[in-house]
């Protein structure tokens, strides 16, 4: 009687242990899920709040600046994740220009001239020179290196109002036939720009100045519109393609 005694208590004990140890496994089992389902939440709000940044531009209408904004975007994007994140998919940008713009003149032409192209933009490794990024950069530099060349005697657009103030008033002398008065105002206006470098340079500058402004007003005035987006496996974006179009007037 005493040995079935003790043969019932350690089986009890044998079938509680086996109880424990089936809800240590139960409760690790699901904290694991619970776990794997806080990583996909976490990841899908992740990529929520990445594809809103570049839906905004996912629209019908969209200026040209518009699209500048959204290079530098999926530029930023592209340089955090390559040094973060090793096998990422970069953002894909793909513009189609339909109208060239050519204004700038010589032999620096290329450098600035936005072509009627396909651009595809991915990142500083994969693109070509001549993509719409690019070129917009070249634009933007060397207005900077004009401005930062004038600015320590005096700022670039001062002196192109100081230019057509003198032209302005040369031209009405010789409408009216003051040769005399002209001539003084050129040679006045001559020796004013010595101050900046000289006539030749000052009037070089300032025309290549007003071709890249007005390159640059020319595209962020284009219009455009988005399609053909793509998503990866995880339902983040990972191109777009922008399509110049004319405007509904």
Do not use: C, W
């Amino acid at each position: 009687m005493e040995n079935a005694s003790k043969a019932l208590i350690m089986a009890g004990g044998i079938l509680i242990s086996i109880l424990i140890i089936g809800l240590v496994v139960f409760m690790f089992s699901n904290l694991g899920n619970v776990q794997s389902e806080a990583e996909l939440a976490k990841e899908a709000m992740q990529i929520e709040k990445y594809n809103k940044r570049f839906e905004q531009y996912n629209r019908s209408m969209l200026y040209g600046s518009d699209i500048i904004s959204v290079i530098n975007l999926a530029e930023d994007y592209n340089n955090v994740q390559a040094s973060e994140q090793l096998g990422y998919t970069p953002m894909t940008l793909i513009i189609n220009i339909t109208n060239n713009i050519t204004i700038v003149e010589g032999s620096e032409k290329a450098k600035y001239e936005i072509k009627a192209k396909k651009h595809i933009i991915l990142d500083d490794k994969k693109d070509s020179s001549d993509t719409v990024k690019n070129i917009l950069k070249n634009i933007d530099d060397k207005i900077a290196k004009i401005e930062e060349d004038y600015i320590k005697v005096e700022p670039i657009d001062n002196i192109i109002r100081i230019k057509q103030t003198y032209d302005n008033e040369i031209n009405a002398y010789t409408r009216l036939g003051r040769t005399t008065d002209a001539d003084n105002k050129r040679k006045e206006y001559n020796d004013k720009m010595k101050d900046y470098g000289g006539k030749d340079k000052v009037e070089k500058d300032i025309k290549m100045y007003t071709q890249l402004k007005s390159t640059k007003t020319n595209f962020t005035s284009k219009y455009f519109t988005a399609k053909d987006v793509k998503y990866d496996d995880t339902g983040r974006m990972i191109a777009i393609t922008f399509e110049e179009v004319e405007p509904n007037l």
